[in-house]
């Protein structure tokens, strides 16, 4: 699977944006899909993820309430929307994608902000966002 992620750019705080990334392969949708992040200096984390069906989605607390991840496995697609942004939102945005045949469901439900746990990423798509 290779994913490409765009959508990024920037944006004033308050605003909005939709990340999205495209995978190749037949068998995107036997794959977990994540959300990442990293800003200057510091570590990659955790943004959003969602289940192979999309049944299921995680958020870190940060973003609860303001950030949305969704998918349409019919055009190996997912997104994250974006709003009322913040300045501590500004960051390189990767996607990633997780195998769903190695990972039993409540494995993943329970370790799917481990960058360990996903076996493909993307490249980063940078959001900046000004105050």
């Known amino acids: 699977v290779q994913l490409q992620a765009c959508g990024g750019g920037l944006v004033q705080a308050g605003g909005s944006l939709r990340l999205s990334c495209v995978a190749s392969?037949?068998?995107?949708?036997?794959?977990?899909l994540g959300w990442f992040r990293q800003a200057p200096g510091k570590e990659r984390e955790f943004v959003a993820a969602i289940s192979r069906n999309g049944g299921s989605t995680y958020y870190t607390d940060s973003v609860k309430g303001r950030f949305t991840i969704s998918r349409d496995n019919a055009k190996n697609m997912v997104y994250l929307q974006m709003n009322s942004l913040k300045p501590e939102d500004t960051a390189d945005y990767y996607c990633a994608a997780a195998d769903a045949a190695r990972l039993n469901p409540v494995y993943y439900s329970r370790n799917y902000w481990y960058a360990s746990v996903y076996d493909y990423w993307g490249q980063g798509t940078l959001v900046t966002v000004s105050s």
């Open positions: 392969g037949r068998t995107f949708s036997s794959h977990h």
